[in-house]
């Protein structure tokens, strides 16, 4: 059972504490945030599993990181990115 403190699950900060990974090249202030499906999901409004996985099959989704063959990965930052490269002016405009 987890303890609670502050009341965050200390099972969670764990967890929290490992998805956050300092690089050795870069400065204590810039962190790397690795996120899961989920929370990719939770982070775009409307985006599904099924939809990330479809992106990923065809290559038009956020870049990814897959270190064990069930395990898949994505930047916070690369995401966000993905995110904004869609901003468009018109409904004109054609998508690439």
């Not at 059972?1 to 400065?27: F, I, L, W, Y």
């Not at 962190?31 to 985006?47: A, F, I, N, Q, S």
Request: glycine share 6%; with cysteine; proline share 5%.
């Amino acid at each position: 059972m987890a303890m609670m403190k502050n009341g965050m699950a200390t099972d969670d900060r764990e967890e929290e504490r490992r998805m956050t990974v300092q690089h050795p090249a870069v400065s204590s202030a810039a962190r790397t945030r690795y996120l899961t499906v989920d929370e990719v999901c939770e982070l775009v409004p409307g985006m599904t599993k099924t939809n990330l996985a479809q992106l990923r099959f065809n290559g038009k989704g956020p870049r990814y990181r897959k270190p064990t063959p069930k395990t898949v990965l994505y930047l916070e930052s690369e995401v966000i990115e993905w995110v904004e490269a869609s901003a468009r002016q018109g409904t004109a405009e054609v998508s690439a």
